[in-house]
């Protein structure tokens, strides 16, 4: 796809760090913009900044890890505009500690954002996007952390979502269908993702706290934090990934730094040595 003027695109997790990037460029590029988030007041705030741009926006409180949800956004986008082109499959938590000691709770909120948000986002949309027969493209945000070997919960969900990416790619592959498909590994990029339990469901609460951190994992955290307050742009982010959609090229990198390491990885599995220290 290399046109995108008056198309419409849908950006899950859009109200906030790399989804309200994507968002304002797809305003940028003429689009009508489907905003998607589970945070309301910065979901309308955003609707309120692209509107006054004279973009033509709509707005759907999403849970993404219901597929009810989904298929609610789905059909209030069909009802608004007709169609679907782009979809960005975006919306992304962080939580849990190690995998003994992260809760039941964690991992099923960690799980169901980011991999059954993706899963609810395809299942929803690809339908939809085949039967208009015409250019689209899906993007599914996953992270370099997808790619290297980690600590967290939060790398065991990106790795699903890079996997899953690339079975949804060889799928439109071989039915040579317009649809085409990306996934996004980026490094840090400036967001509010280290602050998710902001969002996190009250069901989904932790009943007692976590033990406190070692002072060796209160400063990987506060690292953590001045990393992705110093990261990349969202804006920059976007450009990386548009960039992409009109090569239709499928991995997207936004920090070579970071090659490295996945090499490292690559090289430890083609070896059968053990798994190096995370970077």
């Not at 304002?24 to 609707?47: H, N, S, W, Y």
């Not at 790795?159 to 899953?164: D, E």
């Not at 040579?176 to 989904?204: D, H, T």
């Not at 990261?231 to 990934?241: E, I, K, N, R």
């Given at each position: 796809m290399k046109e995108f003027k008056d198309k419409v695109a849908v950006i899950t997790g859009a109200a906030s760090?790399?989804?309200?990037?994507?968002?304002?460029?797809?305003?940028?590029?003429?689009?009508?913009?489907?905003?998607?988030?589970?945070?309301?007041?910065?979901?309308?705030?955003?609707?309120?900044?692209?509107?006054?741009?004279?973009?033509?926006?709509?707005?759907?409180?999403?849970?993404?890890s219901k597929a009810s949800d989904v298929e609610a956004l789905a059909q209030k986008t069909l009802d608004t505009f007709g169609a679907t082109h782009l979809l960005f499959n975006n919306a992304g938590v962080s939580a849990g500690s190690s995998i003994?000691?992260?809760?039941?709770?964690?991992?099923?909120?960690?799980?169901?954002?980011?991999?059954?948000?993706?899963?609810?986002?395809?299942r929803t949309?690809?339908?939809?996007?085949l039967d208009q027969d015409t250019e689209c493209h899906i993007?599914?945000?996953?992270?370099?952390?997808?790619?290297?070997?980690g600590l967290s919960l939060y790398h065991v969900t990106k790795?699903?979502?890079?996997?899953?990416s690339?079975?949804?790619?060889?799928?439109?592959?071989?039915?040579?269908?317009?649809?085409?498909?990306?996934?996004?590994?980026?490094?840090?990029?400036?967001?509010?993702?280290?602050?998710?339990?902001?969002?996190?469901?009250?069901?989904?609460q932790n009943e007692t706290a976590h033990r406190p951190l070692t002072p060796e994992e209160e400063a990987m955290v506060q690292y953590m934090r001045q990393a992705v307050q110093d990261?990349?742009?969202?804006?920059?982010?976007?450009?990386?990934?548009f960039q992409a959609i009109r090569e239709e090229r499928f991995y997207i990198f936004t920090h070579p730094e970071y090659n490295a390491a996945v090499q490292q990885r690559m090289e430890d599995i083609l070896q059968q040595r053990n798994p190096s220290t995370p970077f």
């Open positions: 760090g790399i989804g309200r990037g994507l968002a304002e460029r797809c305003a940028q590029e003429g689009m009508k913009v489907v905003l998607a988030d589970i945070e309301e007041p910065a979901l309308l705030q955003t609707q309120k900044e692209l509107q006054s741009t004279g973009v033509e926006v709509l707005a759907v409180r999403t849970d993404v003994w000691e992260s809760t039941l709770a964690d991992w099923e909120w960690i799980i169901g954002v980011n991999l059954w948000g993706v899963i609810h986002g395809l949309f690809v339908p939809i996007m993007v599914n945000t996953a992270s370099i952390a997808g790619l290297t070997t790795h699903a979502v890079v996997v899953l690339e079975q949804l790619y060889h799928s439109l592959v071989h039915m040579n269908a317009k649809v085409k498909a990306s996934v996004l590994c980026p490094g840090f990029v400036k967001s509010q993702i280290m602050y998710s339990e902001r969002n996190r469901p009250v069901e989904l990261g990349m742009s969202p804006q920059q982010a976007a450009d990386y990934v």
